[in-house]
């Protein structure tokens, strides 16, 4: 699964998921612009039943965190 940073972690408190599910899935969106049903139908196969309504908050909340560590990562890159 995706290894999450430690200052990631108090982001997640509170979730009935781990945190590396709940990302795995917000990339999975964001990367290949899945639906939402798509993605429920996925987590059904891995053994979790998530709605996907619940998804949906999921992006809405997390999205930004994958974005900021991804333009850090790349504003990084590009100085190198």
């Known amino acids: 699964m995706l290894t999450i940073s430690p200052s990631l972690l108090p982001h997640f408190k509170g979730f009935c998921s781990s945190p590396s599910v709940i990302m795995l899935f917000i990339y999975m969106k964001c990367r290949f612009s899945l639906s939402y049903r798509a993605l429920e139908e996925m987590m059904m ?7 996907h309504a619940t998804l949906q ?9 994958i974005d900021k560590r ?3 990562r790349k504003k990084l890159s590009n100085e190198v």
């Open 45 to 51: 196969i891995q053994g979790a039943k998530i709605d």
């Open 57 to 65: 908050r999921w992006v809405k909340r997390f999205a930004s965190l």
């Open 70 to 72: 991804g333009f850090c």
